[in-house]
């Protein structure tokens, strides 16, 4: 089977997972924390002015319990800390620190290397249409 016979949706969570893993592996090669997918995740979905492990596992559709385990990992690296939720005492909120704000600046300059790199190896007019299907309004998810 050709790639373009491939299901739609298989194609884009390999490519997506194509495109973590780069960033992760230019990441680290530059001296920045090594970091799994799922540690990825938290800070793809993480707000700047902080987020509930609950609302990150709901963003992310994870157990809770998979949020807490990367989010003390994060922790351990020193690039997120947990405050208490005011909302609910029973709950924490989870914060970039500043090396963490430095790991998402990082990243941001490297999305845009990867791009290059991609536009290299595919073609320019390539990325711009995937691009524009992506930014399309694709209206709700179907029933």
Do not use: C
Not at 8 to 33: N, Q, T, Y
């Amino acid at each position: 089977m050709t790639m373009t016979q491939q299901n739609l949706g298989r194609l884009l969570l390999e490519r997506f997972r194509w495109f973590d893993g780069s960033l992760r592996a230019l990441l680290a090669a530059e001296g920045r924390p090594t970091l799994t997918h799922a540690h990825s995740m938290v800070f793809a979905t993480i707000d700047t002015d902080g987020t509930g492990q609950a609302e990150l596992a709901r963003r992310i559709g994870v157990t809770r319990q998979a949020v807490h385990q990367s989010v003390s990992e994060l922790a351990d690296l020193g690039l997120v800390t947990l405050t208490p939720d005011p909302a609910d005492g029973r709950a924490k909120i989870v914060e970039l620190t500043q090396a963490g704000r430095a790991n998402v600046a990082a990243a941001i300059a490297t999305f845009a290397r990867i791009e290059e790199e991609l536009a290299a190896r595919i073609g320019r007019e390539a990325i711009d249409g995937l691009r524009a299907a992506l930014v399309a309004e694709w209206g709700d998810p179907l029933p």
